[in-house]
């Protein structure tokens, strides 16, 4: 049998053109991934793992003491969270969310949005997270929202990239990104509490960004922060300015 308990970096992909393996048994799949113990990071498309779910008796089973990094793609799919609620992973800091196939879509973003607001609730140390989303106002707005209920406590850099919803492997245009006006509140909300927490974000980017002008990457913590920290906790924290800038553009 190969050994894998030294087995740093694994990568565990789903042929779409194979479809979802609906006879796949849970066991091997939990006794390879109990042998993982020296795994540092871990790539992973929830259209790979086993459609059966472990009986309740096995539950927080698989055990990765040494895992860091962690990207998941198609957590759209049944069960996904669930699964991933069984990695117990104390030593995580990198998270970075996406999307695998183009057609695959939400069935319902309340459920959406619950279940990633789960997976966060099991990764509390987690400092970095990347998310790519398919979309419009209700994905961008949903996730603003749920880091704005402080979850991810330890979060100090945050990047969220929107993809064109046909074609999942380009970004839109600059122009055509469903921005509201109120995901530029949220953002400016979101640096403030943190801030006020004693919990600031070090980098908060957005592709494409939230202004036409601005740069590709532009990291915006910084630019919310500024007038807060020349002005002083009693400032209003720019959203005048904020929104003066978004007027006057279009």
């Known amino acids: 049998m190969l050994d894998v308990s030294r087995l740093v970096h694994l990568t565990l992909e789903c042929c779409r053109e194979v479809g979802i393996p609906t006879s796949i048994n849970s066991t091997p799949f939990i006794t390879f991934f109990k042998r993982l113990t020296e795994l540092r990071s871990l790539s992973i498309d929830c259209f790979a793992l086993p459609p059966t779910f ?3 008796g096995d539950q927080e089973i698989i055990y ?3 895992l860091t990094t962690i990207k998941v793609c198609n957590t759209t799919r049944s069960n996904s969270y669930a699964w991933l609620a ?3 992973m104390p030593s995580l800091r990198s998270v970075e969310m996406a999307p695998s196939f183009p057609n695959v879509r939400v069935p319902s973003a309340a459920q959406y949005f619950a279940t990633m607001r789960t997976f966060f609730s099991i990764i509390p140390n987690v400092a970095n997270v990347t998310m790519t ?4 106002d209700s994905a961008t707005t949903g996730i603003f929202q749920l880091l704005l209920e402080e979850v991810l406590p330890r979060l ?3 990047k969220l990239r929107v993809q064109d919803e046909e074609y999942g492997s380009s970004s839109v245009d600059q122009d055509s990104v469903p921005w509201s006006k109120n995901n530029p509140r949220d953002l ?3 640096v403030n509490e943190r801030w006020q927490q004693g919990r600031m974000l ?3 980017r957005v592709d494409p960004p939230l202004f036409p002008g601005d740069n590709v990457g532009k990291n915006y913590a910084l630019e919310l922060l500024r007038p807060m920290a020349e002005i002083g906790g009693e400032a209003e924290f720019g959203l005048e300015d904020l929104f003066g800038r ?3 553009a279009n």
């Open 246 to 248: 978004c007027t006057s």
């Open 133 to 136: 989303v398919r979309g419009g």
């Open 54 to 56: 472990p009986h309740e």
């Open 64 to 66: 990765l003491p040494n």
């Open 202 to 204: 070090s980098e908060l």
């Open 86 to 88: 069984q990695f117990l």
């Open 188 to 190: 400016k909300l979101l």
């Open 156 to 158: 100090q850099t945050f």
